[in-house]
């Protein structure tokens, strides 16, 4: 195996043991606990990240990139009716949400005390928005968006409305089942975004 092949590896590694140890104790796991549980140095995970921001971003972009939320959410913006479009996108934001939730809602918790959680969920967050503007675009292209809205509000109001903390709070907080949440956002969303067709 070449070394950069081990390189490689071991951050995947110490990716994997970084998301199950948040999953079981929660974001604020310290590096020294991310690399005993790796079976590495704490040295070593700074050589791989520089710093615990450093980890805490690869780790949400890993996430990121092993679910293929960009090529999903980009699969579901090519759809040729807008209110298919907009239906598809919800229902693979959620998807991901479901996936996420655990990790995600710590580090969102995190986030008013701890800089580098703060950092690496505004880094997620500022691209998924550019990522729905892109879909908003495309339903004002069509005329498909009420007139109240423009693509970038509407795209703002998207990202808000499916939040990790919005789905927190239906299904967590007020015991939702997971499909009512996700038929009741659809149809909202739909309702408050689109035109009739």
Known sequence: MSSQARVQRTRAEILDSAWTLIL???ADVSLAEIAKAAKISRQSVYDHFGSRGGLILA????ADERLDIR???FAAFDRPQPHE???ATIAVWIGFVKEIYPVASDLIRLRTTDA????AWEDRMSELRQWLLVLTGSL?????LQSAWTAKS???FLWASFSVQAWGLLTQDCGWDEGEAEAVLTRTLRQALLTEK
């Open 24 to 26: 079981q104790r929660g």
């Open 71 to 73: 090529a999903k959410l």
């Open 59 to 62: 780790l949400v972009r890993r």
């Open 140 to 144: 004002e292209r069509d005329g498909a």
């Open 116 to 119: 580098d959680a703060s950092a």
């Open 154 to 156: 509407a795209s703002e």
């Open 85 to 87: 479009r907009l239906n």
